[in-house]
């Protein structure tokens, strides 16, 4: 890892931080009092000692220019990224330029850090910028040290702050809910502070997502034009992302953990490293903004990292609490049938003095429940693995149900706060993952699970409460509860990838309330959305794949009617839209008809034949689900050689309009057979014919898609 030599500027005054990507560029550079400024990101300037000179005309005895890293205290009276208590109570830092360094950790990535002091105390600040330059992507963070000064309060202490400069800015962010999660709101920022956040401490993904888009200089959301900034915090806890318009006009974004409820204290000589930033910028509106982003995600932070899933079956939705073995062995036997590669036996397994027949007890002795499994679960892996499908079970280790084995012999481990109300949510508690003796209870659950049987291949990891009335018996702090509680986690989930490197552990919190790139770094897939009902589907994997790519969410096709929604749909519409992800299923096969299986196993085939597209393409969105008739998307191969199109009628409008269907990302001077797949006879007279690339990006298919439910998939195969 050997230090570079500088891109920097020290001429004169001025001291430049120049961080470069393929096509991006951010700029930072102190002031004349050696404050660090944030110059600029975008695209590309050139030089950035160009900002030698530079002025922002802002009344000099009024407020500071945008900081790189802004404290309270100076004349800065924004939202502050950093805001520290001392010990004589003093609650003002001032932090100035000391020294940058840069290096290359691998190919391709440029890591920066930049070293802040206060002038007052001896609290330091690093900032560090890894580039991904290919990618477009810049992750930040901060590590902050109390370099010598008696016990401190970090009362703020935000990842990373950025500030832009355009007329006007539209932001897109994911609202939801349980089963409705990542649903898009677009709205235009005005002056003060818009936040969104997060304060449920460990299912921080349901009713808001740590990540958004920002178009700038638009009042509308585009695809494929103007510039757009996103981000996305890599943090599983609370978290707040606040944009502060200010009376320049100039928006500045701070994002990191909460601070609500997290004073995190600092003794002499400690640093806390706060959780890393994953910003892109785009010049090519909100679709390269994504593609920027997956790339990054496959290639630099997901665990899995494309690596290929197999099919499955889950046993839920088919068989929730009411089995014994030969009902599962009979569904192993319908995938094996239906052509699927796995099947993963989910809650309900285990409990004997308090057998979990329901949800409401169990929950933490984990023991095989004799009674319902006497053949144990070995019994069921071996069936599996005799039959060639992988086998996975579903384990929900930070939970205790009051009655349990667990609860009664440590209550101490139990989150609550003395003398309050110890509130239920499903029936269960949380365990307290601060305490390094429930880390290694944790750790042992999995590491026990995976004993079960030989070569367990896939965990599902379930989390089906958030926090209330917080409180640790272990700490003596408690507002470092939230902090320590994710902290926690990912060292458990650390430990765990030490010794299993290659099981595939999904991330699932009652559906998508744990979806986050701090996950994702540990977790090889989110499980979506509890709500597999098709119509959902769409708008739930718009959103959620806008930021996320498909090669980690899980998707799979459930009975009718659906088991949230009620809402019925074609088994066509509902294996369609869940080719678009990680394909599974979720039903009892025996309740589905002959006609039903026989279509089940020509879909799965075909998906296998283009699931690398999905798991490892370019992702181009064609029609936006919130903006009228259709939904279309499709995956391009980064060769551009094969490409597979996605396309669904989602509401009835009228018979009339034909569905103009432009493809994009594809070669223009390339010839494509375009196949439509799992069908008798296709919507679009152009199946099974060849065309130029700039046939179909230029003038596009028209598939007769006019009623709803109507869905197609076509497959492009250049020649
Ligand atoms: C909630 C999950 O989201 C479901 O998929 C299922 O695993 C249940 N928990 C089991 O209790």
Same mark, same amino acid.
């Given at each position: 890892? *050997? *230090?570079?030599?500088?891109?920097?500027?020290?001429?004169?005054?001025?001291?430049?931080?120049?961080?470069?990507?393929?096509?991006?560029?951010?700029?930072?550079?102190?002031?004349?009092?050696?404050?660090?400024l944030f110059l600029h990101y975008g695209a590309k300037i050139g030089r950035a =000692?160009?900002?030698?000179?530079?002025?922002?005309?802002?009344?000099?005895?009024?407020?500071?220019?945008?900081?790189?890293?802004?404290?309270?205290?100076? @004349?800065?009276?924004?939202?502050?990224?950093?805001?520290?208590?001392?010990?004589?109570?003093?609650?003002?830092?001032?932090?100035?330029?000391? +020294?940058?360094?840069?290096?290359?950790?691998?190919?391709?990535?440029? @890591?920066?850090?930049?070293?802040?002091?206060?002038?007052?105390?001896?609290?330091?600040?690093?900032?560090?910028?890894?580039?991904?330059?290919?990618?477009?992507?810049?992750?930040?963070?901060?590590?902050?040290?109390?370099?010598?000064?008696?016990a401190i309060t970090l009362d703020r202490y935000a990842s990373s702050a950025i500030n832009l400069r355009a007329g006007k800015y539209l932001l897109s962010h994911f609202y939801g809910s349980w089963a409705r999660e990542m649903q898009i709101d677009r709205e235009m920022l005005t002056h003060g502070v818009k936040a969104i956040e997060n304060k449920q401490g460990v299912r921080t993904t349901h009713n808001e997502n740590p990540s958004f888009m920002l178009s700038l200089d638009t009042e509308s959301f585009s695809e494929n034009d103007g510039e757009v900034?996103?981000?996305?915090?890599?943090? +599983?806890?609370?978290? @707040?992302?606040?944009?502060?318009?200010?009376?320049?006009?100039?928006?500045?974004?701070?994002?990191?953990?909460?601070? =609500?409820?997290?004073?995190?204290p600092l003794k002499k000589h400690e640093t806390f490293t706060t959780p890393e930033m994953v910003w892109t910028y785009s010049l090519k509106g909100a679709g390269q903004a994504t593609r920027?982003?997956?790339?990054?995600?496959?290639?630099?932070?997901?665990?899995?990292?494309?690596?290929i899933c197999p099919t499955l079956l889950n046993s839920w939705e088919g068989a929730y609490f009411d089995f014994d073995a030969k009902t599962l062995t009979d569904m192993m036997d319908d995938a094996k049938d239906m052509g699927l590669e796995m099947f993963v036996l989910d809650d309900g397994w285990f409990g004997n003095k308090y057998p979990r027949n329901n949800s409401k007890q169990g929950l933490g002795d984990w023991d095989i429940n004799h009674e319902k499994l006497p053949e144990g679960i070995s019994y069921l892996a071996d069936y599996a693995h005799s039959k060639g499908l992988k086998f996975g079970i579903w384990i929900e280790p930070e939970m205790v149900s009051p009655k349990s084995e667990l609860a009664e012999k440590h209550p101490e481990w139990v989150?609550?706060?003395?003398?309050?109300?110890?509130?239920?949510?499903?029936?269960?508690?949380?365990?307290?993952?601060?305490?390094?003796?429930?880390?290694?209870?944790?750790?042992?659950?999995?590491?026990?699970?995976?004993? !079960?049987?030989?070569?367990?291949?896939?965990?599902?990891?379930d989390c089906n409460r958030h926090v209330e009335n917080f409180g640790s018996s272990y700490l003596d702090d408690q507002s470092k509860f939230y902090v320590d509680y994710i902290q926690g986690l990912y060292s458990v989930m650390r430990r765990i990838r030490e010794k299993y490197p290659h099981v595939i552990v999904q991330s699932c919190s009652s559906g998508g309330g744990r979806v986050d790139f701090g996950a994702l770094s540990l977790f090889d897939e989110v499980w979506t959305s509890d709500n597999t009902e098709g119509l959902s589907r769409v708008f739930i994997q718009y959103g959620t794949n806008m930021i996320y790519p498909a090669c980690v969410t899980g998707s799979h096709v459930?009975?009718?009617?659906?088991?949230?929604?009620?809402?019925?749909?074609?088994?066509?519409? @509902?294996?369609?839209?869940?080719a678009a992800g990680r394909l599974g299923m979720?039903?009892?096969?025996?309740?589905?008809?002959?006609?039903?299986?026989?279509?089940?196993r020509k879909a799965i085939e075909s998906y296998k034949g283009y699931r690398d597209l999905?798991?490892?393409?370019?992702?181009?969105?064609? *029609? =936006?689900?919130? =903006?009228?008739?259709?939904?279309? !998307?499709?995956?391009?191969?980064k060769d551009r050689s094969r490409a597979v199109v996605f396309a669904y009628t989602i509401k009835y409008q009228s018979r009339t309009p034909i569905f103009d269907l432009r493809l994009a990302g594809l070669d223009a001077d390339r010839r494509y057979k375009v196949t439509e797949q799992n069908v008798e006879k296709s919507c679009w007279w152009g199946s099974g014919k060849v065309f130029d690339g700039s046939f179909l990006m230029n003038h596009g298919l028209n598939p007769d898609m006019k009623k709803v439910y109507d869905s197609a998939i076509f497959l492009l195969e250049a020649e």
């Open positions: 890892m *050997a *230090a570079l030599v500088l891109s920097v500027s020290a001429a004169a005054q001025r001291t430049f931080v120049n961080i470069e990507t393929a096509n991006t560029q951010m700029v930072l550079g102190t002031d004349a009092k050696g404050q660090l =000692d160009q900002f030698e000179d530079w002025n922002s005309y802002r009344r000099t005895d009024y407020s500071t220019d945008p900081l790189a890293y802004p404290a309270q205290g100076g @004349r800065f009276f924004n939202e502050p990224a950093l805001a520290v208590k001392y010990h004589d109570t003093d609650q003002n830092t001032e932090l100035v330029y000391g +020294s940058q360094s840069v290096s290359e950790p691998k190919s391709g990535v440029k @890591r920066y850090e930049v070293l802040l002091k206060d002038v007052k105390t001896k609290l330091e600040v690093k900032l560090i910028y890894m580039a991904y330059v290919k990618e477009d992507v810049i992750v930040a963070n901060t590590e902050i040290t109390n370099g010598g000064c008696k900034i996103a981000g996305a915090l890599a943090w +599983s806890g609370n978290y @707040r992302l606040a944009f502060q318009m200010d009376e320049t006009n100039q928006v500045s974004v701070l994002c990191g953990i909460n601070p =609500d409820a997290a004073a995190y920027n982003l997956h790339d990054w995600a496959r290639n630099h932070c997901c665990y899995s990292q494309a690596e989150v609550s706060s003395k003398d309050r109300e110890l509130t239920t949510t499903r029936s269960q508690w949380l365990l307290d993952l601060t305490n390094p003796k429930v880390q290694d209870f944790v750790f042992s659950i999995f590491d026990n699970t995976m004993q !079960l049987a030989p070569g367990i291949d896939y965990i599902k990891w459930s009975a009718v009617p659906n088991h949230q929604s009620g809402n019925v749909t074609p088994m066509k519409f @509902r294996f369609d839209i869940a979720e039903l009892q096969p025996k309740n589905m008809t002959e006609e039903e299986k026989t279509f089940a999905v798991f490892g393409g370019d992702l181009y969105r064609l *029609a =936006d689900p919130y =903006d009228g008739q259709h939904y279309a !998307l499709m995956y391009v191969s």
